[in-house]
């Protein structure tokens, strides 16, 4: 079981509504400070972003910054920081994300947050990595969202074992220690052929 010493977190450029979402952010960057356990983000000024990357600062603990030039220009870097990531695009900025960390939280954000976190889970299915992932589930943030993932899985379009590997925990010390515990459940690689056998039985079906 790998050890984690960096953690990459997604979450809002936004607060958020309630002021709970930026107690856990703040929760959570100081943990990982304590911790000395490297924090990875989007390298932004605002939102629940800056308020996780102050409180891992405040606690003695590295934060590294990854943004794309686009957001870079419209100043929203966030200046303090000693590690600055600056790269082409989105999709450079997740996978040098990925590259530099060795697990991923997601906290309550927006479209880029979502797109992020499933994005982790994708590249864990289909075997390009394999590092623990969680949502930070404060105050029933993700439960719709998981109740979902549930029925895709019951609807047959995602495997019960990729889903169990997404953890979820409302509290940040108990979902890192989930997430230092975790063993991926592996899927056999004949669930492909599995999934084209099916796919001919249906076309031979119409």
């Not at 003695?60 to 000693?82: I, R, S, T």
């Amino acid at each position: 079981m790998p050890e984690i010493r960096s953690v990459c977190v997604f979450c809002g450029s936004s607060p958020g509504l309630d002021p709970d979402y930026t107690r856990a952010a703040r929760e959570l960057g100081a943990l990982l400070g304590q911790r000395r356990i490297t924090l990875v983000y989007g390298g932004s000024s605002i939102g629940l972003m800056r308020a996780i990357a102050d409180a891992c600062l405040d606690n003695g603990g590295h934060v590294v910054g990854v943004m794309p030039q686009g957001l870079v220009d419209k100043e929203v870097a966030y200046a303090v920081l000693k590690e600055m990531h600056i790269v082409e695009s989105m999709s450079i900025r997740k996978q040098t994300m990925a590259d530099l960390s060795d697990a991923f939280i997601a906290m309550p954000g927006g479209i880029g947050t979502l797109d992020e976190i499933f994005e982790v889970m994708s590249w864990n299915q289909l075997g390009i990595m394999d590092k623990p992932m969680g949502l930070l589930n404060i105050k029933g943030y993700y439960d719709q969202l998981y109740a979902f993932l549930e029925y895709a899985v019951n609807q047959h379009f995602i495997r019960q074992e990729h889903h169990k590997n997404l953890l979820i925990n409302s509290r940040p010390g108990e979902l890192l220690g989930m997430m230092e515990k975790h063993i991926s459940v592996k899927v056999d690689s004949k669930w492909i052929d599995e999934l084209k056998s099916a796919t001919s039985a249906q076309m031979n079906d119409q």
